[in-house]
């Protein structure tokens, strides 16, 4: 595989140290503002599980590494990684700051060997803080609307996406992304409404993004999963329900799959060791029953990780996210 994801024991520093095909090492519960390295890419969520980990990007190298404007970024031979943390003491508002740091993020791959973004990832600091469109998460999806200026139309050209809320203490709001040499095979779930079509009330810009995205290299193929809750149709189900909230969620991933596999016809997405998943938790109190049902419900061998976060919508408890391999 040309990227190769995974989680590991060990310290950040000690992966930065190590093999020279690393281009990303992520390091949960430390603000993004203390990054040491391109390649460092501290989280602010907070782990839930005991075993701490980091987790670890690799690929096809050499590794160049740099700054670009406010970004950061790690290139190896066909895949870049990038991130931003803009401190939002700093700057007047959410909306000003998720269209600087997409403006940055845009500039940055105009001029990249690898232009095409395939998933993004968006930590927003108390994401769900203000009364109606007030709320951060939709002053977040109208500053990133700002600064997309797109018509969404039928088939948009969106990359795979996941936004979480940090806590509230963070002060920076965090974007990375991984981007390629060549565009993605954007994947629709027929189970959702597809995000940029969500009705009036969940905002005033809908979210931009498609609900997966297929990477193609070197003849191997990995499916970028985006954040996938609870939502059939565009509704939330199972309110307060945190145990089938993870179960809905789930079946979402699966059909996603299965919809990736009808689209590419010679390969299947599996949920196997080839892959990692990511779970997102509102409360810590339901870490307990949210790996009970994970262990239950999904395959044993591929490996996971619990990270507190709040979703992007106040009645849902629970988020997954992730990437697996197509065979």
Excluded at 13 to 26: E, H, K, N, S
Excluded at 211 to 221: A, H, K, M, P, V
Excluded at 223 to 230: N, V
Aim: hydrophobic content about 35%.
């Amino acid at each position: 595989m040309s990227l190769r994801v995974s989680y590991q024991q060990g310290s950040a520093g000690q992966w930065l140290a190590g093999p020279d095909d690393v281009m990303a090492v992520f390091e949960f519960g430390r603000s993004p503002l203390e990054s040491a390295d391109p390649r460092h890419v501290p989280v602010a969520l907070p782990q839930l599980d005991s075993e701490q980990q980091v987790e670890v990007w690799r690929c096809d190298g050499p590794i160049k590494s740099g700054s670009w404007d406010l970004l950061r970024f790690a290139q190896g031979e066909q895949l870049t990684m990038g991130h931003i943390a803009l401190d939002l003491r700093e700057i007047g508002s959410m909306r000003e700051a998720s269209h600087l740091a997409y403006d940055v993020l845009q500039s940055y791959l105009r001029q990249s060997p690898h232009p095409w973004p395939l998933k993004i990832w968006n930590y927003i600091p108390a994401i769900n803080e203000g009364a109606g469109d007030d709320e951060r998460y939709r002053q977040f999806c109208l500053g990133r609307a700002d600064a997309v200026l797109i018509d969404p139309g039928d088939l948009p050209p969106l990359p795979a996406a996941t936004a979480i809320g940090a806590p509230r203490s963070e002060p920076a709001l965090q974007v990375y992304f991984l981007a390629g040499a060549l565009p993605g095979m954007d994947v629709e779930n027929p189970r959702q409404v597809s995000a940029w079509r969500y009705p009036r009330q969940y905002g005033p810009r809908s979210p931009l993004f498609s609900r997966g995205t297929i990477l193609s290299l070197n003849g191997s193929r990995q499916f970028l999963i985006s954040g996938t809750a609870s939502v059939v149709g565009h509704r939330t189900h199972h309110e307060n329900q945190v145990a089938n909230q993870l179960s809905e969620s789930l079946r979402n991933v699966h059909r996603l799959l299965d919809e990736g596999h009808r689209l590419m016809g010679d390969a299947h997405a599996r949920l196997d060791r080839n892959g990692i998943l990511k779970v997102y938790i509102r409360d810590p109190a339901d870490y307990e029953l949210i790996r009970r049902t994970l262990d239950a419900e999904a395959p044993p061998e591929i490996p996971r990780i619990y990270l507190q976060g709040d979703i992007c919508r106040e009645n849902l408890l629970t988020e997954i996210d992730g990437i697996v391999g197509c065979a």
